[in-house]
């Protein structure tokens, strides 16, 4: 019996040893906790004694493994130094897990081990050495890693970039929450903040080049960011709505929801009956013949910066949309009073969208067109209640290049501009005669 | 030589100064002066409030817009400038009117020096400038109106017709849409904003170097606002007029007392800031030819 206690003291001071030399082996952050941590050090230190103690003067009188007990389990002998909120490796990086949030996570809630994801960690053998190897999430979702390395983050990790998003900057690390739960970082709710945490970090923007800019300040201020932001908000799309989630795809890439092939649709799952008009109207009929140059949605509303229609700073600058293409009947446009009050910002008077209409447009050779020459009239009307066949005979496009389509103003135009070029020539040369002479003059006397 | 009959293409120069005259005589009539400032005044009105349109793709352009109180009170202070500016030219052509029918003699008021009306002399009077110009003989003198006046005098006319006209039709598009076709008020949209690129730019570059701006008037000539010219202005410069007026005996009749410090500040000030206004007009003018 004295042997036993002798022999089971003594064990215990080994024991005591190991821990004495592991807190000199494993040098900071573990005396910075026995310093600053003290007093947990201390429980956590009574509470393995204990166990030893317990299996030694027991059965196990060889091994001196930690016995799972129903009090205890494995994750808290983690805890027991990650727990620490202030705990650093030997590098000053925190190594800090918050029990609370890890205890809420889903891996936790499931009784998922730290060794699970940590495999290299044994429980056997503390400390463990400072290295450990990546956690590899495909162990257990192979199926969203696999579509995770085709997507646009995971062909640039595989290129060497080392900032494109993983696993764990959208999930999280040990507070991963199903996306069901408000708190998640991949719910509805909070996704614009987990992508804008990279795509609206304006330092990281610049500094990785991440294509589209600081995309999370213009899709803050967009229509849907405002709507994320109200009472619809479960309504309203958020980034995964467009751009998927483990499939997310270059922009570039034909596959990709957010390729100009497939905007409209990708719109279209929420804006249905805009996308049945867009199909019947002319850019609609352009796209389906397979010509690619078809404007999409995003070419007038753009892509994360979409304004509310109504608003006159959308309604003023869609006019340069439409003329990124139809240059000629921009330029025509803007010698109009239309279009010179539209150029100074108002929006009161006729954009390209009030005569030819938005999503619908139909060349006005087309009866239905609302310019043709049936519905002109009535066009006109919208704004001017009392135009007549004679008042829309009025060309909103007049040309004064186009000498077929306006002879008479071709003709007005070639005759004021000569008008002014000689009445500036001669009096042009006449004030800088009279000028020179009097200067002259002046010098000589 | 120095007849007031003296023929067409005799030189006009003078090579002897009066002595002698002193004081000031008549230059322009109290309902000119009138018509003048108020003609300037809606006339620079109309500038600031339609250049923002016509040169509404540049920078300054939405600024002075907005300056202005927005498109739509800019559109209001054009029309109400462009109403004014109707008035007094039916005024001064009203007054023409009463005037011939008074003297009974239209023939007065279209031909001869007295008349605004382009004399053959004015083709000689170029001509003389010109050579005077370049160095090629003297200066010449002029009678009560220079050809580059009488220029300035028709280009209002014409303008009155071309923009007046024209903003009419513009103005009122129903009424006039029921009598004219459409594409005449694409015509008035053109020829409105052209004609006002060569009335502003002429107005304020041209006219105001010819009357105001030039070394002998600079910084302004006052007379269009006090009624008066200098005699020194009548010998030298309308020599032609002062000897006239001598042959007719008519020279005291034209007499006017010196001009009240009233409408000479008047002068300067309306007049200065209309001139600055102008500069102001210009220089956006050149800014937008420059970025264009």
């Known amino acids: ?445 | 030589m120095d007849t007031p009959s003296r023929a067409v293409a005799e030189t006009p120069a003078r090579t002897s100064p009066r002595s002698g005259v002193t004081g000031w005589y008549r230059r322009f009539t109290r309902t000119e002066r009138i018509l003048h400032a108020l003609l300037m005044l809606t006339f620079v009105g109309c500038a600031l409030s339609g250049l923002p349109l016509l040169e509404a793709d540049r920078p300054w352009a939405p600024v002075l817009a907005r300056m202005l109180g927005g498109f739509q009170t800019a559109g209001l202070i054009h029309r109400v400038c462009a109403a004014v500016m109707i008035g007094v030219f039916v005024t001064h052509v009203g007054t023409l009117t009463m005037r011939g029918l008074r003297k009974r003699s239209v023939l007065a008021l279209v031909w001869g020096p007295e008349s605004m009306v382009p004399q053959p002399q004015d083709v000689v009077d170029i001509y003389h400038n010109f050579k005077w110009f370049l160095g090629r003989g003297p200066r010449p003198v002029f009678d009560r109106w220079t050809y580059w006046e009488k220029f300035d005098y028709w280009a209002v006319f014409w303008g009155m017709f071309i923009i007046g006209g024209s903003g009419l039709l513009l103005w009122f598009p129903f009424f006039f849409g029921k009598l004219l076709p459409g594409w005449m008020f694409n015509i008035a949209s053109l020829v409105h904003g052209e004609e006002a690129l060569l009335a502003v730019g002429f107005i304020f570059t041209i006219h105001f170097f010819n009357g105001h701006l030039r070394p002998e008037k600079f910084p302004m000539d006052t007379a269009v606002f006090t009624g008066r010219m200098p005699a020194e202005e009548l010998v030298h410069e309308r020599a032609r007029l002062y000897d006239r007026l001598q042959a007719t005996r008519t020279l005291a009749r034209e007499e006017a007392p010196a001009p009240t410090l009233e409408s000479r500040a008047f002068g300067w000030v309306v007049g200065g800031t209309a001139l600055a206004l102008g500069v102001v007009t210009i220089l956006l003018i050149l800014y937008s030819a420059i970025s264009s």
Request: proline share 4%; hydrophobic share 35%; aromatic share 6%.
């Open chain 1, 1 to 445: 019996m004295a042997l036993r206690r002798g022999t089971a003291t003594a064990r215990l001071t080994h024991v005591n040893a190991i821990f004495e030399a592991s807190l000199h082996s494993w040098p900071n952050p573990r005396r910075d906790i026995s310093v600053k941590g003290s007093a947990m050090l201390r429980s956590s230190f009574l509470r393995i004694a204990t166990v030893l103690l317990l299996s030694a003067a027991s059965t196990c009188w060889a091994k001196p493994a930690p016995v799972a007990s129903p009090a205890t389990s494995p994750n808290d002998t983690c805890l027991a130094c990650h727990g620490a909120s202030d705990a650093k490796d030997s590098a000053g990086k925190s190594i800090a897990v918050s029990a609370d949030a890890f205890a809420q996570s889903i891996h936790a809630q499931s009784g998922i081990a730290c060794t699970s994801c940590h495999a290299d960690v044994s429980v056997d053998k503390l400390p463990h050495g400072e290295k450990l190897k990546p956690v590899a999430c495909a162990n257990c979702h192979d199926k969203q890693v696999k579509e995770y390395s085709a997507t646009v983050h995971g062909m640039a990790r595989r290129g060497g970039n080392s900032v494109a998003a993983t696993c764990t900057d959208c999930h999280g690390k040990h507070d991963i929450r199903p996306s069901k739960d408000p708190a998640s970082r991949t719910n509805h709710a909070n996704l614009e903040a987990t992508c804008s945490s990279c795509h609206g970090n304006a330092a990281l923007v610049a500094q990785a080049k991440l294509p589209g800019g600081n995309i999370g300040s213009e899709f803050h201020d967009s229509i849907h960011g405002r709507a994320l932001a109200g009472a619809a908000q479960s309504a309203a799309p958020t980034c995964t709505n467009c751009h998927g989630t483990h499939n997310i795809l270059p922009v570039g890439e034909e596959a990709s929801r957010v390729n100009r092939a497939h905007v409209p649709e990708t719109c279209g799952t929420c804006h249905g009956a805009v996308l049945a008009k867009f199909n019947s109207g002319q850019h609609g009929k352009m796209r389906q013949a397979g010509n690619t140059a078809a404007p999409v949605c995003t070419d007038c509303h753009s892509a994360h910066e979409i304004q509310r229609h109504e608003s006159p700073k959308f309604q003023t600058a869609v006019i340069g949309q439409c003329g990124g293409c139809h240059a000629d009947y921009l330029t025509t446009y803007r010698d109009t009073f239309h279009g010179q009050v539209t150029a100074l910002g108002y929006s009161q008077v006729a954009t390209c969208a009030s005569c030819h209409g938005a999503h619908e447009i139909l060349p006005a050779s087309n009866p239905a067109s609302t310019v043709s020459a049936e519905n002109r009239v009535k066009t006109c009307q919208t704004c001017h209640a009392n135009a007549s066949a004679k008042f829309v005979s009025w060309d909103p496009h007049a040309s004064r290049e186009d000498k077929t389509r306006n002879p008479i103003y071709f003709y007005a135009a070639k005759f004021m501009e000569w008008l002014l070029i000689g009445v500036f020539a001669f009096f042009g040369l006449h004030t800088l005669f009279w000028f020179a002479r009097l200067v002259i003059d002046k010098v000589r006397r």
